[in-house]
């Protein structure tokens, strides 16, 4: 079965970066839009960024814009989340996303296929 496994989350002082890795288990994602998505306790998934399959064209959720990049390496078949300047609202559980349609990319959760089992991102103040 198809596999999306994050990893880098962990415990990071505000103002700190992390760098979040998803790993796809089949060749096929590299065909498909990725994305990443957070939920923090008692609020709704909410996306964060999102890259098609050449890396060339990505888009960024409001809170994160100048701070998160999103990439993807092709040979590796992952993806990574690049975190600066990380503040306490930032704490979350992060999910790698894929969906078979490519482009246009989404922002809505729903429009996701697979996910991965997520990985914690705790910002200190």
């Known amino acids: 079965q198809a596999q999306l496994v994050e990893s880098g989350g962990g415990l990071v002082q505000a103002g700190g970066s992390l760098r979040l890795s998803c790993a796809a288990s089949?060749?096929?994602?590299?065909?498909?839009?990725m994305a990443w998505f957070r939920q923090a306790p008692g609020k709704e998934r909410e996306f964060v960024a999102a890259?098609?399959?050449?890396?060339?064209?990505?888009n960024y959720g409001d809170a994160v814009k100048g701070r998160f990049s999103i990439s993807r390496d092709t040979r590796k078949n992952t993806i990574y989340l690049r975190m600066d300047s990380l503040n306490p609202t930032d704490t979350a559980v992060y999910y790698c996303?894929?969906?078979?349609?490519?482009?246009?990319?989404?922002?809505?959760?729903?429009?996701?296929?697979?996910w991965g089992q997520g990985t914690q991102v705790t910002v200190s103040s």
């Open positions: 996303a894929a969906r078979r349609r490519d482009y246009p990319l989404a922002t809505m959760w729903s429009s996701y296929d697979y």
């Open positions: 089949e060749r096929a994602f590299a065909t498909y839009g």
């Open positions: 890259v098609e399959s050449t890396g060339r064209r990505t």
